[in-house]
């Protein structure tokens, strides 16, 4: 049943009274309406981007903890919007990002993944994070991998940290900065 609000005056009219669960934050649901709105954004700018380049692909928005998550699959051209690396892809995040500060005044953090690329490598840096913490705990010597963006470097000290007897470090500096795995 809808709580509605009723006055006994007949100018005013009966209106339904917002339901909000008790133990509802009123920032997280403030939050949450303005991540949407950054990926909506978002995602127009998107599709704006792919008709001028006359590609096909399926937008898809959600929402991960405290960022837009925006998602570009199923057309063959794609890859192009990947580049080596992902450094096409890195490329067009700024720019969409650019596009929602634009549009609404703050600073995204948008985060844009074009045919699962990020995904992928995602699930590939944890399980080289995991497989190389084993490793390091097994031989007790200390291990060194590629250079890393942070965002790359942060997954593989996510995957280190649920090993136990290791624990990961950032050494270097930009653009050669690595993550080095270390028996306790």
Excluded: C
């Excluded at 917002?18 to 509802?24: G, K, L, N, Q, Y």
């Excluded at 692909?57 to 690396?85: E, F, H, P, Q, Y």
């Excluded at 074009?114 to 944890?126: E, N, P, Q």
């Excluded at 390091?136 to 942060?154: A, C, I, N, Q, Y």
């Amino acid at each position: 049943m809808t709580d509605q609000t009723v006055s006994t005056d007949d100018t005013d009219k009966v209106e339904p009274a917002e339901a909000i669960e008790p133990d509802t934050d009123l920032e997280e649901i403030d939050e949450e309406d303005q991540l949407v709105e950054e990926g909506e954004i978002a995602g127009d700018y998107l599709e704006q981007l792919l008709d001028i380049l006359d590609f096909d692909g399926d937008i898809d928005l959600d929402v991960d903890g405290d960022r837009a998550i925006v998602s570009i699959d199923g057309g063959k051209d794609l890859t192009k919007l990947v580049g080596r690396n992902g450094e096409v892809l890195d490329a067009l995040q700024e720019l969409t990002r650019l596009a929602v500060q634009q549009s609404t005044g703050d600073r995204s953090r948008l985060m844009l993944d074009v045919s699962r690329w990020r995904a992928d490598r995602r699930d590939r840096l944890a399980r080289l994070g995991s497989e190389v913490a084993g490793r390091v705990r097994d031989s007790g010597e200390r291990e060194s991998l590629d250079p890393m963006t942070p965002f790359e470097r942060k997954i593989v000290h996510d995957a280190v940290a649920a090993v136990d007897g290791v624990y990961s470090e950032s050494e270097g500096a930009e653009p050669n900065r690595r993550v080095v795995v270390i028996k306790e």
